[in-house]
């Protein structure tokens, strides 16, 4: 699955973006669609996920009650809805999917499929 991520941009601290990952054809039902991030020298962790097929989801601390993920099944497309967003959040954000099991969803690993990432840079 070719996965295609945009809507990053540069923003002030407490402003929302939403971001968006497209995928070029239906997806299977037994899918997990995640974000994950990369800060300038850190490694790629964990932001969200959401399974195509009940919803069910799961967040990092850090965005927890912050951060949305969502779908939209008609246009093969998941979000990231991000509010309050802080300096820190400062990072290249990437779509995944892949089949994981529970356990694994917050495991770069874990995924098969990547978008090619969308920079979003939060000012203080």
């Known amino acids: 699955v070719q996965l295609q991520a945009y809507g990053g941009g540069l923003v002030q601290a407490g402003d929302s973006l939403r971001l968006s990952c497209a995928a070029p054809?239906?997806?299977?039902?037994?899918?997990?669609m995640a974000w994950f991030r990369q800060a300038p020298g850190k490694e790629r962790e964990f932001v969200a996920a959401?399974?195509?097929?009940?919803?069910?989801?799961w967040y990092a601390e850090s965005v927890k009650g912050r951060f949305t993920i969502s779908t939209d099944n008609a246009k093969n497309t998941v979000y990231l809805q991000m509010n309050s967003l802080k300096p820190e959040d400062t990072a290249v954000y990437y779509c995944?999917?892949?089949?994981?099991?529970?356990?694994?969803?917050?495991?770069?690993?874990?995924?098969?499929?990547w978008g090619q990432g969308t920079l979003v840079t939060v000012s203080s």
């Open positions: 054809g239906r997806i299977s039902s037994n899918y997990v």
């Open positions: 995944a999917s892949g089949t994981p099991i529970v356990s694994t969803i917050r495991r770069v690993s874990s995924y098969k499929s």
């Open positions: 959401l399974r195509w097929t009940n919803t069910n989801t």
